[in-house]
């Protein structure tokens, strides 16, 4: 068996990146004096407004096949960004107004990330069980420099008569911090196999090394963290297509720095119990459902408008989730999901949150697509999609105290075979995809009344693709 090995890299500047438009509540969901924000209007101001991004990925992945048991393999990877932010930032309303009041902010941050995995996999039997066993070491280092102003002068404007050009001034330095996270990994995971059942076992210990200082105050936190997580699933294959299969696993993220209290960060563990059932009859149809219950402790959210992080006690996370691929015949494709989730928060610090729903979780959301692609006549090599979703209400803030409505979306695709055409052509094709068909305006999400955030509009995409 011949397995790739090779280097990779990828650069990109972007000096005018583009920027989430968010706004207030007053003004998108409800409407101020009869009128709501255009869906063009800028908030910012572009005296003042920059964003740029820069960033640099490289890496390696190397194997090597020892024999017809053992094989290394080594995934290494070194990713590095900078990006600099300056704008006027929705902050207050006007109350019975059709003005905004903004603040200026500027983060500038430096993110660095080096990560070396290395895997041993071996294939053994013992008796009738045949083993594919995966160990590994894992180790990653990360780096977050962010320095972050934030003024306390209020810049007004005008939704229905923006003027712009304003000289702002350079805000004060409200944050100056140096994140760094060492991390250490060892993991053990046999999958056996033994007639039609599959047995998923794996265990994984981490330790994690984190550092965080406060520039501003001179503070300094150290935090060390270990823990063991471990998971399991078995699946059983009857010969008609039916599968059946349940898991549990366990998670453990470690997080860096402070909350907007000053108060360290604790790690992010999480428990997943999942039942479901797989059915595919034949070779092209493909059925699943499953029923699912997430536990998450001390789950981080980052307030839009000054990047504070606050963590929930515990949070459970249940519901269903189905899917479908079809291929009906050889020219009509067909996919449809549907989920159903219930997040509500368990434990909190903070009373009035326990029962409640996190912002921007919808209970119900499905998507259906259908392709049709002629394979004969004068329309050979051409293919008709289209397709619709549909996003179900969600709260608008962590009290629940508004609602953003649902919201149905058309998208719509064209593509053709050059191939057919000229022989010479082949691998070659040409794709148009329209996004929000119907240039639909709505409200994408709220994470509090000061932060929500228009839908994208209709997006037209020609790409011309070639293999070989």
Not at 444 to 465: D, H, K, M, Q, W
Request: aromatic share 14%; hydrophobic share 30%; proline share 4%.
């Amino acid at each position: 068996m011949k397995i790739p090995n090779g280097l990779y890299a990828f650069y990109q500047k972007l000096p005018k990146a583009g920027d989430r438009n968010f706004l207030l509540r007053d003004g998108t969901l409800e409407s101020v004096n009869g009128s709501k924000v255009p869906y063009d209007f800028f908030i910012s101001d572009p005296n003042f407004h920059k964003l740029s991004l820069e960033q640099w990925i490289a890496g390696s992945q190397f194997s090597h096949q020892f024999n017809d048991t053992f094989i290394f393999r080594q995934n290494l990877r070194y990713n590095k960004s900078e990006s600099i932010l300056h704008n006027l930032v929705a902050w207050d309303p006007i109350p019975g107004k059709t003005e905004i009041a903004r603040r200026a902010r500027i983060f500038e941050d430096r993110w660095y990330e080096f990560g070396v995995d290395n895997q041993l996999e071996s294939r053994f039997s013992t008796g009738n069980l045949n083993h594919k066993l995966l160990s590994g070491l894992e180790y990653k280092q990360t780096r977050y420099d962010l320095q972050a102003y934030l003024s306390r002068n209020s810049y007004n404007i005008d939704w229905n008569n923006p003027v712009y050009g304003l000289r702002v001034d350079i805000p004060p330095l409200s944050n100056n911090e140096l994140k760094t996270l060492k991390q250490t990994g060892i993991y053990l995971q046999d999958q056996i196999e033994y007639d039609n059942l599959d047995l998923l076992f794996g265990v994984r210990y981490d330790h994690a090394k984190n550092r965080y200082l406060d520039r501003l105050s001179d503070s300094k936190l150290k935090m060390n963290d270990n823990k063991i997580t471990w998971r399991a699933g078995a699946i059983y294959n009857f010969a008609n297509g039916i599968a059946p299969y349940l898991s549990y696993s366990t998670s453990f993220q470690p997080e860096v720095g402070v909350d907007g209290n000053n108060n360290p960060l604790n790690p992010t563990t999480a428990e997943q119990y999942e039942i479901g059932l797989k059915y595919q009859p034949i070779e092209t149809l493909l059925f699943s459902t499953a029923l699912f219950r997430i536990n998450q402790k001390n789950l981080v959210t980052r307030d839009p408008q000054t990047y504070a992080k606050t963590q929930t006690g515990e949070t459970r996370t249940q519901g269903l989730e189905s899917s479908l691929a079809a291929n009906l015949n050889q020219n009509l494709s067909l996919i449809a999901s549907y989920a159903y989730t219930h997040r509500e928060v368990k434990k909190d610090k903070d009373s009035s949150l326990i029962g409640k729903t996190p912002w921007g979780i919808p209970r119900h959301q499905g998507s259906l697509w259908a392709k049709y692609t002629w394979t004969t006549g004068w329309l050979n090599g051409f293919s008709l999609g289209a397709g619709v979703r549909y996003m179900g209400t969600t709260q608008g803030d962590a009290r629940n105290t508004f609602t953003v409505p649902h919201y149905t979306l058309y998208d719509a695709s064209a593509g053709y075979d050059l191939s057919k055409t000229a022989p010479s052509l082949k691998g070659a094709s040409v794709q148009l995809n329209v996004q929000n068909l119907s240039d639909k305006k709505y409200v994408a999400s709220c994470a509090n009344a000061y932060s929500c955030f228009y839908g994208t509009e209709r997006t037209v995409i020609l790409t011309f693709n070639y293999e070989w």
